[in-house]
T-cell receptor, first 114, second 114 residues
Framework: GNSVTQMEGPVTLSEEAFLTINCTYT??????LFWYVQYPGEGLQLLLK?????DKGSNKGFEATYRKETTSFHLEKGSVQVSDSAVYFC?????????????FGDGTTLTVKP | GAGVSQSPRYKVAKRGQDVALRCDPI?????LFWYQQALGQGPEFLTY????????KSGLPSDRFFAERPEGSVSTLKIQRTQQEDSAVYLC????????????FGPGTRLTVT
Protein backbone atom coordinates (compact mmCIF):
# COMPACT_ATOMS: atom_id res chain seq x y z
CA GLY A 1 0.00 0.00 0.00
CA ASN A 2 0.89 3.68 0.01
CA SER A 3 2.69 5.35 2.88
CA VAL A 4 4.41 8.63 3.72
CA THR A 5 7.18 9.04 6.27
CA GLN A 6 8.05 12.46 7.58
CA MET A 7 10.89 13.71 9.68
CA GLU A 8 9.81 13.64 13.28
CA GLY A 9 9.37 16.88 15.10
CA PRO A 10 9.06 19.15 16.76
CA VAL A 11 11.46 21.42 14.94
CA THR A 12 12.46 24.69 16.57
CA LEU A 13 14.39 27.31 14.59
CA SER A 14 15.39 30.91 14.97
CA GLU A 15 14.01 33.47 12.56
CA GLU A 16 15.89 33.57 9.23
CA ALA A 17 17.27 30.05 9.68
CA PHE A 18 17.20 27.48 6.88
CA LEU A 19 14.46 24.87 7.05
CA THR A 20 14.40 21.31 5.77
CA ILE A 21 11.63 18.84 6.57
CA ASN A 22 12.30 15.41 5.10
CA CYS A 23 9.58 13.35 3.44
CA THR A 24 9.85 9.97 1.76
CA TYR A 25 7.07 7.91 0.29
CA THR A 26 6.07 4.45 -0.88
CA UNK A 27 3.48 4.17 -3.60
CA UNK A 28 2.21 1.36 -5.79
CA UNK A 29 1.55 3.70 -8.69
CA UNK A 30 2.84 7.07 -9.87
CA UNK A 31 1.69 9.57 -7.28
CA UNK A 32 1.24 13.29 -7.14
CA LEU A 33 2.94 14.80 -4.09
CA PHE A 34 1.82 17.60 -1.80
CA TRP A 35 2.78 19.62 1.21
CA TYR A 36 -0.07 20.91 3.38
CA VAL A 37 0.22 23.39 6.23
CA GLN A 38 -2.03 23.67 9.27
CA TYR A 39 -1.79 26.92 11.22
CA PRO A 40 -3.00 26.94 14.82
CA GLY A 41 -6.78 26.73 14.96
CA GLU A 42 -7.18 26.44 11.19
CA GLY A 43 -7.79 23.74 8.63
CA LEU A 44 -5.31 22.12 6.27
CA GLN A 45 -4.17 24.35 3.42
CA LEU A 46 -2.32 23.23 0.34
CA LEU A 47 1.17 24.75 0.40
CA LEU A 48 2.63 23.30 -2.79
CA LYS A 49 2.40 20.34 -5.12
CA UNK A 50 4.30 18.41 -7.80
CA UNK A 51 2.72 15.98 -10.20
CA UNK A 52 5.66 14.33 -11.96
CA UNK A 53 9.29 13.46 -11.43
CA UNK A 54 11.72 16.40 -11.24
CA ASP A 55 8.89 18.92 -10.87
CA LYS A 56 9.54 21.61 -8.29
CA GLY A 57 6.61 22.96 -6.34
CA SER A 58 7.00 26.36 -4.75
CA ASN A 59 4.91 28.83 -2.77
CA LYS A 60 5.56 31.54 -0.16
CA GLY A 61 9.31 30.89 -0.29
CA PHE A 62 8.89 27.14 0.31
CA GLU A 63 10.12 24.63 -2.27
CA ALA A 64 10.05 20.87 -2.74
CA THR A 65 11.32 18.76 -5.64
CA TYR A 66 9.76 15.45 -6.69
CA ARG A 67 12.63 12.95 -6.65
CA LYS A 68 11.47 9.64 -8.06
CA GLU A 69 14.88 7.97 -7.75
CA THR A 70 14.97 8.55 -4.00
CA THR A 71 11.16 8.59 -3.51
CA SER A 72 11.46 11.86 -1.66
CA PHE A 73 9.79 15.26 -1.54
CA HIS A 74 11.71 17.28 1.05
CA LEU A 75 10.37 20.71 2.02
CA GLU A 76 12.84 23.61 2.19
CA LYS A 77 12.80 27.32 2.92
CA GLY A 78 15.82 29.54 2.92
CA SER A 79 14.78 31.94 5.66
CA VAL A 80 11.91 31.11 7.99
CA GLN A 81 9.71 33.66 9.74
CA VAL A 82 7.79 33.50 13.00
CA SER A 83 4.60 33.37 10.93
CA ASP A 84 5.74 30.03 9.43
CA SER A 85 5.13 28.33 12.78
CA ALA A 86 2.63 25.57 11.98
CA VAL A 87 2.26 21.85 11.41
CA TYR A 88 3.42 20.63 7.99
CA PHE A 89 2.07 17.47 6.36
CA CYS A 90 3.51 15.64 3.41
CA UNK A 91 0.95 13.73 1.35
CA UNK A 92 0.53 11.74 -1.83
CA UNK A 93 -2.37 10.96 -4.11
CA UNK A 94 -2.10 7.90 -6.28
CA UNK A 95 -3.63 8.36 -9.70
CA UNK A 96 -4.57 4.71 -9.72
CA UNK A 97 -6.93 5.04 -6.74
CA UNK A 98 -10.34 6.62 -6.59
CA UNK A 99 -10.07 10.24 -7.64
CA UNK A 100 -6.82 10.69 -5.79
CA UNK A 101 -7.64 10.02 -2.16
CA UNK A 102 -4.67 11.18 -0.15
CA UNK A 103 -2.24 9.41 2.16
CA PHE A 104 -0.62 11.68 4.75
CA GLY A 105 2.45 11.64 6.91
CA ASP A 106 2.11 12.26 10.64
CA GLY A 107 3.04 15.92 10.42
CA THR A 108 6.02 17.94 11.60
CA THR A 109 5.49 20.80 14.03
CA LEU A 110 7.64 23.83 13.28
CA THR A 111 8.18 26.60 15.82
CA VAL A 112 10.11 29.68 14.74
CA LYS A 113 11.41 31.92 17.51
CA PRO A 114 12.17 35.62 17.02
CA GLY B 1 -15.55 32.43 -2.52
CA ALA B 2 -16.78 30.27 0.32
CA GLY B 3 -14.60 27.36 1.30
CA VAL B 4 -15.53 24.01 2.77
CA SER B 5 -17.48 24.39 5.99
CA GLN B 6 -18.13 21.84 8.69
CA SER B 7 -20.45 21.78 11.67
CA PRO B 8 -20.37 21.55 14.53
CA ARG B 9 -16.76 22.61 15.08
CA TYR B 10 -16.70 20.83 18.44
CA LYS B 11 -18.80 17.97 19.71
CA VAL B 12 -18.71 16.22 23.05
CA ALA B 13 -20.62 12.95 23.23
CA LYS B 14 -21.10 10.46 25.99
CA ARG B 15 -20.02 6.93 25.14
CA GLY B 16 -22.85 5.15 23.40
CA GLN B 17 -24.48 8.24 21.91
CA ASP B 18 -24.96 8.73 18.18
CA VAL B 19 -23.45 11.79 16.46
CA ALA B 20 -23.87 13.41 13.05
CA LEU B 21 -21.20 15.61 11.50
CA ARG B 22 -22.00 17.85 8.56
CA CYS B 23 -19.87 18.96 5.63
CA ASP B 24 -20.75 21.67 3.10
CA PRO B 25 -18.30 21.38 0.21
CA ILE B 26 -17.34 24.11 -2.20
CA UNK B 27 -20.23 24.67 -4.59
CA UNK B 28 -19.87 22.59 -7.73
CA UNK B 29 -17.20 20.29 -6.38
CA UNK B 30 -17.88 16.76 -7.54
CA UNK B 31 -15.65 14.84 -5.18
CA LEU B 32 -15.97 14.77 -1.41
CA PHE B 33 -13.71 12.99 1.06
CA TRP B 34 -13.90 12.31 4.79
CA TYR B 35 -10.74 11.84 6.85
CA GLN B 36 -10.13 11.06 10.52
CA GLN B 37 -7.20 12.76 12.26
CA ALA B 38 -6.16 11.38 15.62
CA LEU B 39 -4.12 13.57 17.95
CA GLY B 40 -0.54 13.92 16.76
CA GLN B 41 -1.14 12.02 13.53
CA GLY B 42 -1.91 12.80 9.93
CA PRO B 43 -5.38 12.51 8.44
CA GLU B 44 -6.50 8.99 7.51
CA PHE B 45 -8.94 8.35 4.69
CA LEU B 46 -12.43 7.22 5.64
CA THR B 47 -14.65 7.45 2.57
CA TYR B 48 -15.12 9.12 -0.81
CA UNK B 49 -18.12 10.34 -2.82
CA UNK B 50 -18.38 11.31 -6.44
CA UNK B 51 -21.58 13.33 -6.59
CA UNK B 52 -24.08 11.26 -4.59
CA UNK B 53 -22.36 7.93 -5.17
CA UNK B 54 -20.18 6.55 -2.39
CA UNK B 55 -17.40 4.97 -4.42
CA UNK B 56 -15.00 4.01 -1.67
CA LYS B 57 -15.72 3.35 1.99
CA SER B 58 -12.71 1.17 2.63
CA GLY B 59 -11.40 3.44 5.39
CA LEU B 60 -14.47 3.36 7.62
CA PRO B 61 -13.22 1.67 10.80
CA SER B 62 -16.42 -0.20 11.67
CA ASP B 63 -20.05 -0.60 10.73
CA ARG B 64 -20.86 2.06 13.33
CA PHE B 65 -19.62 4.64 10.82
CA PHE B 66 -21.95 5.68 8.02
CA ALA B 67 -21.72 8.51 5.49
CA GLU B 68 -24.17 9.87 2.98
CA ARG B 69 -24.42 12.58 0.35
CA PRO B 70 -27.96 12.18 -0.96
CA GLU B 71 -28.10 15.15 -3.34
CA GLY B 72 -24.46 15.26 -4.31
CA SER B 73 -23.72 18.33 -2.24
CA VAL B 74 -23.88 18.35 1.58
CA SER B 75 -22.55 15.24 3.27
CA THR B 76 -23.14 13.80 6.72
CA LEU B 77 -20.88 11.44 8.61
CA LYS B 78 -22.77 9.54 11.27
CA ILE B 79 -21.21 7.56 14.08
CA GLN B 80 -23.46 5.26 16.05
CA ARG B 81 -22.84 4.13 19.61
CA THR B 82 -19.71 6.27 19.94
CA GLN B 83 -16.66 4.81 21.66
CA GLN B 84 -13.69 6.60 23.24
CA GLU B 85 -11.45 5.54 20.38
CA ASP B 86 -13.67 7.57 18.03
CA SER B 87 -12.32 10.77 19.61
CA ALA B 88 -10.53 12.62 16.81
CA VAL B 89 -10.85 15.50 14.39
CA TYR B 90 -13.02 14.63 11.40
CA LEU B 91 -11.99 16.46 8.24
CA CYS B 92 -13.98 16.93 5.08
CA UNK B 93 -12.38 17.83 1.76
CA UNK B 94 -13.77 18.55 -1.67
CA UNK B 95 -12.31 18.65 -5.14
CA UNK B 96 -13.54 19.68 -8.54
CA UNK B 97 -13.19 17.57 -11.64
CA UNK B 98 -10.32 19.55 -13.08
CA UNK B 99 -7.81 19.82 -10.25
CA UNK B 100 -4.96 17.38 -10.21
CA UNK B 101 -6.01 15.75 -6.94
CA UNK B 102 -5.91 19.14 -5.17
CA UNK B 103 -8.31 18.86 -2.27
CA UNK B 104 -9.72 21.75 -0.27
CA PHE B 105 -10.17 21.02 3.40
CA GLY B 106 -12.70 22.25 5.90
CA PRO B 107 -11.71 23.29 9.45
CA GLY B 108 -12.77 19.94 10.88
CA THR B 109 -15.04 18.78 13.69
CA ARG B 110 -13.29 17.86 16.92
CA LEU B 111 -15.20 14.96 18.49
CA THR B 112 -14.54 14.07 22.12
CA VAL B 113 -16.20 10.95 23.49
CA THR B 114 -16.35 10.85 27.28
Amino acid sequence: GNSVTQMEGPVTLSEEAFLTINCTYTATGYPSLFWYVQYPGEGLQLLLKATKADDKGSNKGFEATYRKETTSFHLEKGSVQVSDSAVYFCALSDRNTNAGKSTFGDGTTLTVKP
Amino acid sequence: GAGVSQSPRYKVAKRGQDVALRCDPISGHVSLFWYQQALGQGPEFLTYFQNEAQLDKSGLPSDRFFAERPEGSVSTLKIQRTQQEDSAVYLCASKDSSGIYEQYFGPGTRLTVT
